[in-house]
């Protein structure tokens, strides 16, 4: 099977850690039959300053008509508002209807306190339907912008909540070592404030899980104050926390705090049949141009994607080989209180596939 | 002076530390010069179900007419949607236009990592209007909520967060030791995602701390997804935080995770001239009736209403007993690792007063 994948690497260290994400699927073993072919693509703040548009339609296209699969690195975010911006990676989720945010949280198991979990963000609605309006009131301005939660979206995302709590427990079964008994899943939301919208969400969500195929799985509440509470108090007790959209993105770097670096965690944006990996730390404009940056969130995005694309092996032969690198943490970068350069890192993993 | 203060219990614990918070203020040496009252008066889900109101009118003009300032304690939340309830605490702070919710949190100064920041939640907007709506659509429900955000609220919520940030730095330069070495506002928003919205909220706040008064106090901004990041990264960076109501909920159950207990976490919600003390915890139904509930979080908000009324002298005695019976650590609640009953810590702090 040959698959082709969409490059985006978008500005800062986007562009660093993008190539390594090539590099560790073309060092894939030939055994797993399995080929790659790529196609490099713009977006991001540079291109909106060169072409006017932060995400091509050209992009687009490309990515529905050709591509099976995408790694994106990052874009910057303009310090002041720029007229006619807006964040491509936002775009490209609604435009491709990727519907469900894939992020795996979790330390080494020999780590003090090992934590394993995934936040699954409903990735298209809520408050990112970004329609707002601004009005002129006697006590000045006043703006307002539209939360939207669907019935259909929030069945959707919790199915896939439950199908990846299956998927992890499978692995467990299979013999992976792991601190959960059982799957869980964790809904989040705000329904004693939001009785409607989250209420919704929140309602939707206990149905697609009633569903027999999920009668193994855990099902339980919390509100989203008190899901960053206990996020930090007993992270170990969460397998799979499904949350709409915004309190999914706050919860998904709440979590990253927890393993010491966003620089490790991975993410995939994740449709019908295709998948976008996506480091979940930004473009990093303090450290952009010294080859520093971490490229692990970037290699894990891509064995996520793979994952998502039913290549369950090839991501395994990935992420076993950046645990390795972690777990013997010899050659570290900056972030993790090491000194080992990008290059270094991506050698070191390249090395163990 | 004589400050006549509305005691709300509520639900669940609520009832074992409202009465605390009373004693403290009775236990204030009369070298002060201040006498209290007290007005016993009825608020929650209790309520809700004896009276068919959560917060009754009567305890709404009781508040607005005879008093200075209350104590609320904490309610429950159905576990399932009720028709017709809605939370009263929400409802007291929208009537009584108590504009900012200021949640400091702290940990001694001899804390292996010490922090020390307040909170400052705007507290009458947002997704807290309540502007729900649902319709049927071919594909199944959709609910939306309208978040709403004014110059007036941004304005003033960012003011007070200016003003708190001076007032700490007149501690601290009046000799009181600390981990910060200048005033800081951090405002926190989303803006590169609702731009009108968080964008109105981000420019007024700017433009509200830009006044001559706070030239002293730096000022920068987070994204609120990065915000809660750093929170746990370098929680010690921070002084004072200020938000937009749904960012500042979040933030403030994120921050009480630092200091190990939300039992520490006091809030005061403020209007002109009026301040509703309330601990940050809920009702905990798990220990409610075992005498076993940390009453720390209600006396130090007992304390942080008299700061807003202009008690600041007497507000440091309280604080001063609570930091002393903390930094002993010899009587200290369950939820602290210790075995004391709330009425041995009562004992112990009064005694300190
Ligand atoms: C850059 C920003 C628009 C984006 C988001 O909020 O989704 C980012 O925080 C993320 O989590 O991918
Ligand atoms: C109980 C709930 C409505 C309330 C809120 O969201 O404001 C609580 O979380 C708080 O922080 O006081």
Same mark, same amino acid.
């Given at each position: 099977? /040959? ?38 693509? !713009? ?72 934590? &394993? ?33 669907? =019935? ?43 009785? !409607? ?13 009633? &569903? ?9 509440? =919390?509100?989203? &104050? ?7 108090? !007993? ?13 999914? &993105? ?88 090491? /000194? ?14």
């Amino acid at each position: 099977r /040959t698959l082709r994948i969409g490059l985006i690497p978008g500005d800062g260290i986007g562009k660093e850690v993008i190539p390594a994400g090539r590099r560790v699927l073309e060092a894939l073993p030939a055994s797993l039959g399995l080929k790659f072919e790529f196609v490099d693509l !713009q977006a991001g703040f540079e291109t909106f300053e060169q072409t006017g548009a932060a995400l091509p339609d050209k992009t687009v296209e490309v990515l529905k008509r050709e591509c099976d699969g995408a790694l994106f690195g990052a874009v910057s975010s303009p310090t002041k508002a720029v007229k006619g911006y807006s964040s491509p990676i936002v775009a490209l989720r609604k435009k491709l209807d990727l519907y469900a945010n894939v992020r795996p949280v979790k330390t080494v198991l020999t780590a003090a306190k090992p934590i &394993d979990m995934v936040i699954v963000r409903e990735n298209t609605e809520d408050l990112y339907v970004k329609e707002e309006k601004t009005f002129d009131t006697p006590e000045g301005k006043v703006a307002e912008a539209i939360k939207r939660i669907s =019935q259909r979206a929030s069945s959707r995302i919790a199915t896939i909540a439950g199908e990846i709590a299956l998927r992890r427990q499978n692995i467990r079964a299979a013999g992976a070592p792991s601190i959960h008994q059982g799957p869980l899943v964790t809904i989040t939301h705000k329904s004693n404030v939001l009785s !409607q919208t989250d209420g919704l969400f929140r309602t939707t969500a206990r149905e697609a899980l009633a &569903d027999p195929r999920f009668k193994d799985v855990a099902v339980e509440e =919390q509100i989203v &104050d008190s899901m960053v509470y206990k996020l930090f108090r !007993q992270p170990e007790a969460y397998d799979v926390i499904v949350a709409p959209n915004l309190y999914g &993105d706050i919860l998904s770097d709440g979590a990253a705090a927890l393993v010491g670096s966003l620089g490790l965690v991975p993410s995939a944006n994740v449709g019908e049949g295709f998948a976008i990996g996506e480091p979940c730390h930004g473009s990093a404009p303090d450290i952009m141009g010294q080859g520093i940056a971490n490229p692990i969130a970037t290699l894990r995005s891509a064995a996520l994607m793979l994952e998502f694309l039913d290549e369950e092996a090839a991501a395994a032969k990935i992420y076993a080989a950046v645990d390795a690198n972690l777990e013997e943490g010899r050659l570290l970068s900056p972030d993790l209180g090491g /000194t080992a350069k990008t290059e270094e890192v991506v050698q070191d993993i390249l090395r163990r596939i």
